[in-house]
T-cell receptor, first 114, second 109 residues
Framework: DTEVTQTPKHLVMGMTNKKSLKCEQH?????MYWYKQKAKKPPELMFV???????INESVPSRFSPECPNSSLLNLHLHALQPEDSALYLC?????????????FGDGTRLSIL | SQQGEEDPQALSIQEGENATMNCSYK?????LQWYRQNSGRGLVHLIL?????REKHSGRLRVTLDTSKKSSSLLITASRAADTASYFC?????????FGAGTRLTVKP
């Protein structure tokens, strides 16, 4: 069992739909992350939140909109996605943002865009 | 974008054998981390080695770091079928984590 919980585990949506991915951790971590992972590739960083503020946005298209309502929750709002956005979306957290901090990952949401 | 490369891309061994995976990176680092990912699961942190360390052990894992060559290796001794997974090294070139391409390890019982 992971300490970072992601819902839903699977999501199929059309290109005109709006949906949200959710991530929750109760470890008291103050940094949270979204990654995108294509099959047989490493995860690629999308967003970093530090103390509930967006600190890094890796030039992600605006059809992906992150939100951090509080220190335990992280959302990723999806709208007008493209087929190439189909991937595994991973959420992670760490005590604080920084290179000496191990990150704890959820098991991801597998997203398919029709 | 990826920070570095790992080799081999895929490795298949018998249970009980040792597995060695290598990682090369491009920029200077403060530390380097290794993660494991089982199929369909999230990543699990294995070990962190600081730039002033040359070797670190954790159970059956041994990690080495050569900053002059910008490379690291992960050795898993006495492998088990449960070690079957993808293994990634990770660095922080611009204060954000970048993963290597990964090695897919298969341990046959």
């Amino acid at each position: 069992d992971t300490e970072v919980t992601q819902t839903p585990k699977h999501l199929v949506m059309g290109m005109t739909n709006k949906k949200s991915l959710k991530c929750e951790q109760h470890m008291g971590h103050r940094a949270m992350y979204w990654y995108k992972q294509k099959a047989k590739k490493p995860p690629e960083l999308m967003f970093v939140y530090s103390y509930e503020k967006l600190s890094i946005n890796e030039s992600v298209p605006s059809r992906f909109s992150p939100e951090c309502p509080n220190s335990s929750l992280l959302n990723l709002h999806l709208h007008a996605l493209q087929p190439e956005d189909s991937a595994l979306y991973l959420c992670a957290s760490s005590q604080i943002a920084g290179s000496n901090q191990p990150q704890h990952f959820g098991d991801g949401t597998r997203l398919s865009i029709l | 974008s990826q920070q570095g490369e790992e080799d081999p891309q895929a490795l298949s061994i018998q249970e009980g054998e040792n597995a060695t995976m290598n990682c090369s990176y491009k920029t200077s680092i403060n530390n380097l981390q290794w993660y494991r990912q089982n199929s369909g699961r999230g990543l699990v942190h294995l070990i962190l080695i600081r730039s002033n360390e040359r070797e670190k052990h954790s159970g059956r894992l041994r990690v080495t770091l050569d900053t002059s060559k910008k490379s690291s290796s992960l050795l898993i001794t006495a492998s088990r079928a449960a070690d079957t997974a993808s293994y990634f090294c990770a660095t922080f070139p611009n204060n954000d984590m970048r993963f290597g391409a990964g090695t897919r390890l298969t341990v046959k019982p």
